[in-house]
């Protein structure tokens, strides 16, 4: 049997088809579960199980205190601490972003809404969230709709992941039906993320937070990161 969407879960796609801005995929991720076929959990989930360090990445269970921007600002320039700092005061970009996913996530999760989430999903989600804006200088996509939309196909090319799935469904779904002048910045986007992600080592798994006082130049070329297209 083909399998189809929930149409419960339907209501809250067109809610973030429609209006990303009210209705993010934040929300739209969060509501999927309820209504998750089982098949589909078990799918992303042995698939996460499958890539390399994933364990060691949530046995550690690890979560960085939040980042000060005074201190990152007393980084020399060039380091990963430093452009971190000057990402977030250039964008004017909420600091607090990873705290605040944080407490809403333990909110829902003690609603018994994250019931059917595995747990390790759980934790990337969080982890995901604190790391989000670091990725941005690593990977050298900006604070832009497009560099956003290229950054979620970095990431869905190194983990196969709902959340990030979701933004390329929500991309391609607005730019086919409401906006077709967006079809090839946003395919430019997602390329662009998608074979940087694919060629590069996985940077999701990385405590980031230990590694500020070392050059970005040379976090990328370990890495395998290539330059970003702009």
């Not at 796609?13 to 991720?29: E, K, S």
């Not at 705290?99 to 747990?119: K, T, V």
């Not at 900006?142 to 979620?152: K, S, V, W």
């Not at 997602?190 to 999701?204: E, L």
Request: net charge negative; aromatic share 12%.
């Amino acid at each position: 049997m083909t399998p189809a969407l929930d149409r419960d879960f339907a209501q809250h796609l067109l809610n973030t088809y429609d209006d990303p801005g009210a209705h993010g995929v934040h929300l739209l991720f969060n509501q999927w579960w309820r209504y998750a076929p089982e098949p589909a959990i078990a799918a992303y989930a042995a698939d996460f199980a499958r890539l390399p360090d994933q364990r060691e990445f949530v046995e550690r269970h690890y979560f960085a205190e939040p980042l000060d921007l005074d201190g990152l600002a007393a980084y020399p320039a060039g380091t990963l601490g430093r452009d971190y700092h000057d990402f977030i005061v250039d964008n004017r970009l909420e600091k607090n972003i990873a705290i605040n996913y944080r407490q809403f996530h333990e909110m829902l999760q003690a609603s018994g809404q994250l019931d059917r989430m595995p747990a390790e999903l759980r934790y990337a989600i969080i982890r995901g969230f604190q790391v989000h804006d670091l990725l941005h200088v690593l990977t050298g996509y900006p604070a832009t709709g497009p560099g956003e939309i290229a950054l979620q196909a970095f990431c869905l090319a190194q983990i196969r992941f709902p959340y990030f799935a979701m933004w390329m469904s929500v991309v391609t779904t607005r730019m086919t039906f409401l906006d077709p002048q967006q079809i090839v910045p946003m395919m430019d986007a997602i390329s662009d993320g998608w074979r940087r992600g694919r060629q590069a080592r996985n940077i999701q798994f990385a405590e980031w937070e230990r590694m500020l006082d070392q050059p970005t130049a040379e976090l990328r070329a370990r890495h395998d990161l290539q330059a970003a297209m702009h």
